[in-house]
């Protein structure tokens, strides 16, 4: 099995943990945050779609990962800002995981296909 099939076999994977353990969550949901300062519900399933299209972005790009953390950190600032990126709710939040975890597939899918032939 090559290391691209291998990427989507734990892509795939990892994408139905996280379906299995995001489907229950409702818009209502998208303000609660365990503790005071900490991302709320709905920027931790934004977050998770912001980690793939970095990860994407470096794994497929010639100059690989952008080490950035400062870049990184002004885009997702900390979660009490007012400002913080994935504040939409959650039904955005799904939407663009569900986006990401698409492209993600996508491209392990075409990385798996060139190297067959």
Same mark, same amino acid.
């Given at each position: ?17 996280? *379906?299995?353990? =995001? &489907? *229950? ?25 912001? =980690? ?15 080490? *950035? ?17 994935f504040s939409a709710g959650m039904s955005s939040a799904v939407? &663009? ?11 392990? *899918? ?8």
């Open positions: 099995m090559s290391l691209a099939e291998q990427g989507l076999m734990q892509l795939q994977t990892v994408h139905e943990f996280f *379906n299995r353990s =995001t &489907r *229950n969550l409702k818009e209502e949901h998208s303000t609660f945050a365990p503790a005071e300062g900490t991302m709320t519900a709905a920027q931790q399933v934004a977050h998770v779609a912001h =980690t793939i299209d970095w990860f994407m972005e470096g794994a497929f790009r010639p100059e690989g990962f952008d080490q *950035n953390c400062i870049y990184f950190f002004q885009i997702a600032p900390k979660p009490s800002s007012q400002s913080f990126l939407s &663009r995981s569900a986006r990401a975890f698409s492209v993600a597939h996508s491209a392990f *899918n075409c990385s798996s296909r060139s190297r067959e032939g």
